[in-house]
């Protein structure tokens, strides 16, 4: 890592910083959530066979949003690959919006949050 640039970076990023309220700058950071992989790692028994298989990839990307002061906290984003799945059908109570889209890079400019 070069040090250097990045103490250069945080001098030059102060003063662009200080024109804002905490309650205007907002954070924003995604995660995957990969909902049928097995751990890689299990207790069992003496002398009961464990197996290992393979990893499943199926995934969605969670983004959360939140600004520097943690006064204004946006829903929830989920991100998926399917326009409906299925499990959206039997949940009666939304807990986060969803989107679907094959790259991740479009949300921001066809999904306005």
Not at 54 to 83: C, F, Q, W, Y
Request: glycine residues 4%; positive net charge.
């Amino acid at each position: 890592m070069n040090y250097e640039s990045v103490a250069a970076w945080m001098t030059s990023l102060d003063p662009i910083l200080k024109e804002y309220e905490p309650r205007n700058i907002f954070n924003a950071d995604e995660t995957g959530l990969f909902y049928k992989c097995l751990p890689s790692k299990t207790y069992d028994f003496k002398g009961q066979p464990c197996f290992d298989g393979r990893h499943r990839k199926e995934r969605v990307l969670i983004l959360m949003d939140a600004n520097m002061d943690g006064s204004e906290k946006l829903p929830l984003l989920m991100i998926g690959k399917t326009a409906d799945p299925q499990f959206f059908r039997i949940v009666k109570v939304k807990l986060m919006e969803y989107t679907s889209n094959k790259k991740t890079r479009n949300i921001f400019t066809e999904k306005k949050l």
